[in-house]
């Protein structure tokens, strides 16, 4: 018998029922019947939560810019200098991928969309808290005489978010998002290199 929850927890177990099924299936291609079944309720108990399917996708972003945030913050928090917070919140952008990869194959489907959106809207949220924390860290890590004082620090955040989505792609090319692990040292030290990073 399924257990009634809350209806934020209910809301919440809707949205990462639908990011699991993004990891096999084409989000364009995902149905209300098939969240409902991955959850174990049926369809109109969905409905109950979200009016259509559109809604639970922008919920999905919305979710995913509360708990990437969240978690690329406190891999930045946990470091001891701005320099070591970029490379935790690389490791961790990663593994948060590795956990929920059907994170971006949503992304990259709705971003592929011509028309406007509320889940493009939070889309669009979610790069832009990102760009601002990475481009606090470096004015950090330049104030500190860890990268180079000339850096340019906006070319510097938009590569850093470049390389990883670069890994993210290749990933799903391949379908095994572990793999990322193996590439991102290499790729990494490439970047601190190249931005003048040092302790």
């Known amino acids: 018998m399924q257990?009634?929850?809350p209806t934020e927890a209910r809301q919440a177990t809707i949205v990462v029922a639908a990011l699991a099924l993004a990891r096999d299936t084409s989000p364009?291609?995902?149905?209300?019947?098939?969240i409902a079944a991955a959850v174990g309720v049926t369809q109109g108990a969905v409905f109950k939560h979200f009016p259509n399917k559109d809604a639970i996708w922008q919920a999905a972003m919305r979710w995913v810019r509360q708990e990437l945030m969240s978690v690329l913050q406190a891999a930045a928090a946990g470091a001891a200098t701005p320099l070591q917070a970029l490379q935790a919140v690389f490791h961790a952008h990663l593994a948060f991928v590795i956990s929920h990869p059907g994170v971006p194959r949503f992304i990259f489907q709705e971003l592929q969309q011509p028309a406007e959106s509320a889940a493009k809207t939070e889309v669009r949220a979610v790069l832009q808290a990102y760009r601002k924390l990475l481009l606090k860290l470096l004015d950090q890590a330049e104030r500190q005489g860890q990268v180079a004082a000339d850096l340019d620090h906006d070319a510097a955040a938009t590569l850093f978010v470049g390389i990883v989505q670069g890994l993210v792609m290749q990933s799903m090319l391949t379908g095994k998002p572990g793999a990322m692990r193996a590439a991102a040292g290499g790729v990494l030290a490439l970047y601190l290199r190249g931005i003048g990073g040092t302790e």
């Open 3 to 5: 257990t009634r929850l």
């Open 28 to 34: 364009a291609q995902i149905t209300t019947h098939d």
